[in-house]
């Protein structure tokens, strides 16, 4: 079993708004890690799209199979990682949804727009497919989940996903851009009330209501 310690203080998944910026999630590229995450995401997308009897596809699992031991050769411990990931200033640049150094994720980047909401626009492929040419219906709870944290993070008023409903209205179109924009409406104490939706070819695909729990401060008041 893996243990770590929990860091004393943790980045946010986004930066705080102060009225000055404009860009609420890590931006690729400004890691080294973040090229390298994008050339594995450049193989996942061709992957799936490669015949499964292709002939070049022994040889390249070979130099593939070279890559990953090399990788793994190079690699810290789970629990320094676990710990590392969340310390420091900045931003969460590991997010499954926003993280550049991620390569689950595609990786969303989020700004600010009018009237209190966040939007940012994604466009996904075959790796993310459920049913037929349409986005896996967990993928988008993923994007409106991590989208509604952003908003509230933009309030000034994080919290802990409690309760997350999603209204699923027509499928998530594959290999189109999705608009992916969310509002913190209110917050009651250590609750925080979110919406959020997913837009594709101007229409509404699937909506989200989120309550977020604050974490109690150190002293045991509300954060």
Not at 117 to 124: P, R
Not at 153 to 164: C, E, F, P, Q, V
Request: aromatic share 4%.
């Amino acid at each position: 079993m893996i243990t770590w310690k929990i860091p004393e203080t943790r980045k946010d998944l986004s930066r705080f708004y102060t009225g000055e910026e404009e860009c609420l999630t890590a931006l690729p590229g400004e890691s080294r890690l973040d090229d390298t995450a994008g050339q594995l995401r450049r193989i996942v997308e061709a992957l799936s799209l490669t015949n499964p009897d292709a002939d070049h596809l022994p040889s390249l699992t070979e130099q593939l199979r070279g890559i990953a031991d090399e990788l793994e050769a190079r690699t810290e411990s789970p629990s320094e990682r676990l710990t590392e990931m969340w310390e420091g200033d900045g931003v969460a640049r590991h997010d499954p949804v926003t993280g550049p150094e991620n390569t689950l994720a595609p990786p969303l980047v989020m700004h600010v727009v009018e009237d209190g909401w966040v939007e940012g626009e994604v466009t996904l492929g075959l790796p993310y497919q459920g049913p037929p040419a349409a986005v896996h219906g967990g993928v988008c709870a993923a994007l409106l989940d991590a989208a509604l944290a952003v908003a509230n993070h933009r309030a000034g008023n994080n919290g802990m996903t409690a309760k997350l409903e999603i209204s699923y209205r027509r499928p998530t179109p594959l290999y189109r851009p999705i608009t992916v924009r969310a509002k913190q409406l209110r917050y009651e104490g250590r609750k925080r009330f979110t919406i959020g939706e997913l837009v594709a070819n101007g229409e509404v695909c699937a909506s989200a209501e989120g309550l977020f729990i604050a974490r109690r401060t150190p002293s045991g008041t509300d954060g």
